[in-house]
């Protein structure tokens, strides 16, 4: 699986100060004014949850899986025609279509400082790149023995649109309760 590090730290970040808050305004003001307050540090979580943590791309015998903000597409090794990167990942199926991927390697800024050491070719090299060619080479070695009747599926990430749905409807409750919405 390939997810940006940044986003576990970014999610626990925001865990933390959700519950901080919400701890603070239960012990101040009660726990009726913390659940009217929730939704809204709940819909803050969720979009750090959503835009940092959930996207991500995974590879595995089968193909390549690309999850996006709310969207998941999974392509068969078979369907991909390219990967490549540009500022991020992206795969090119035969369809032809170009899926870019939101989470996972990214292409850094140029001039920035090399993290891992490349110990083939004696320099040091982004992480992103040494990604992508980790990337390229499971869609080589599986391109010659995948099934040609491989698939393109998308789909939409029901966990994330169900919990926002809910979150949403929290909002609306408490805006009527509240009073805010007149």
């Not at 940044?6 to 959700?18: D, E, N, P, Q």
């Not at 390229?136 to 966990?159: F, L, M, N, T």
Request: hydrophobic share 55%; with cysteine; glycine share 8%.
């Amino acid at each position: 699986m390939f997810r940006a590090p940044s986003s576990i730290v970014g999610l626990i970040v925001a865990a933390v100060l959700a519950v901080v808050l919400l701890g603070d305004a239960a012990l101040r003001a009660g726990v009726g004014e913390m659940l009217l307050l929730a939704p809204w540090v709940l819909l803050a979580l969720w979009a750090v949850y959503a835009l940092l943590f959930a996207p991500h791309v995974r590879i595995d015998a089968d193909g390549i899986r690309v999850h996006n903000p709310l969207r998941i597409v999974d392509i068969a090794w078979a369907r991909i025609s390219d990967i490549d990167m540009r500022w991020q990942l992206e795969v090119r199926t035969d369809e032809p279509r170009v899926v870019k991927a939101f989470g996972g390697p990214v292409a850094g800024r140029p001039g920035r400082p090399a993290l891992r050491r490349d110990d083939a070719r004696g320099r040091r090299e982004p992480p992103a790149v040494r990604d992508l060619q980790l990337i390229q080479e499971a869609w080589e070695s599986a391109r010659a023995s995948a099934p040609k009747s491989g698939v393109v599926r998308r789909a939409w990430d029901i966990p994330s649109v169900i919990s926002l749905l809910v979150l949403i409807c929290w909002v609306m409750i408490a805006l009527f309760i509240s009073g805010g919405l007149g």
